[in-house]
């Protein structure tokens, strides 16, 4: 891969991915640092919080969403609401705070008609705890929008884990610098410092830093804070905006603290290469690819020009 690009293994300072053994194997046989993806991360931290916290509430609130997708149950259901029964998948925790949404949503129209699910459904006690996880989940879905945003880097990962750390001490098992899932925290921590505009490098984020040593330093961009109402994350954020930024010597902007371009990337190729589409050929597929992420480059009539 790196051949088509005229690059050699020299070229490789460090490796963006998710803080799994191969990415580590990967990057240990490379002698370059592991940046774990910070999505993962916040995605492990989330997971275990709602399991610790909150695990046998969830599980019930998901019996009732089964229940509530049968035939029967459903057509009741869809006689009093058209919000429609929705339950978690264990991929993503997005989906228990759609299902716990869902579910505060129509407990109201379980009032009669549904005898019969009486074992199912919750308590007034596991309704007001639903609702409390809901609006904390509420926060973590703003931290997570934050990590999803071009933007983001790694100044910004550490103040929304800090942030969350101080509303949520347990998540410090995966969000925390020190934690066991960081494979190159000295790292991360030096690119943290001096993407927040800050020069106080130990001697040994200075040596970790040497490649990345530039001529002339810049100021760092500091984004101005929100002006309407803010969400968690965002006032995370804002007390951030306020620091001024210091000149730095090293280039660090084109360290990403996640790996969602390529995920996109590999929607985007999932989409393209469907079933239909099998026996496309690698040089087609690519060029598609190139096409569909730059469509902003390029329009009807640049297409136009070229075939004329």
Request: net charge neutral.
């Amino acid at each position: 891969m790196l051949s088509i690009y005229n690059k050699e293994l020299k070229h490789v300072n460090f490796v963006v991915g998710d803080n799994c053994s191969t990415n580590k194997k990967v990057t240990d046989k490379l002698a370059v640092p592991l940046v774990g993806c910070a999505n993962h991360r916040c995605h492990l931290a989330v997971n275990r919080f709602i399991e610790e916290n909150y695990g046998c509430l969830i599980e019930k609130t998901n019996n009732l969403m089964k229940k509530l997708s049968n035939l029967k149950a459903a057509a009741k259901l869809r006689s009093k609401t058209p919000l429609k029964a929705v339950m978690k998948n264990e991929t993503r925790w997005l989906s228990v705070f759609k299902m716990v949404r869902r579910c505060i949503l129509i407990q109201p129209f379980f009032l009669e008609g549904f005898e019969d699910l009486s074992e199912f459904l919750l308590s007034p006690h596991e309704l007001k705890s639903l609702k409390i996880l809901e609006e904390k989940l509420v926060d973590l879905e703003s931290v997570t929008y934050e990590l999803q945003k071009e933007d983001c880097n790694l100044a910004i990962v550490r103040t929304l884990f800090d942030g969350v750390m101080e509303e949520h001490p347990e998540m410090e098992h995966y969000l925390s610098t020190s934690a066991a899932i960081v494979h190159s925290p000295i790292f991360e921590q030096a690119v943290a410092k001096l993407q927040a505009g800050r020069s106080d490098l130990n001697p040994s984020e200075e040596k970790i830093m040497a490649s990345f040593k530039k001529e002339n330093g810049k100021d760092i961009e500091i984004t101005s804070p929100p002006t309407k109402k803010a969400s968690f994350a965002e006032r995370l954020l804002s007390d951030r905006a306020k620091t001024n930024a210091q000149p730095s010597s090293f280039e660090t902007k084109h360290i990403k603290p996640t790996s969602n371009i390529i995920e996109r990337l590999f929607s985007e190729a999932k989409n393209v290469y469907t079933d239909g589409r099998s026996s496309m050929m690698p040089t087609t597929l690519e060029e598609t690819l190139f096409l569909k992420c730059n469509r902003d480059l390029w329009d009807q009539n640049l297409v136009q020009k070229l075939l004329v």
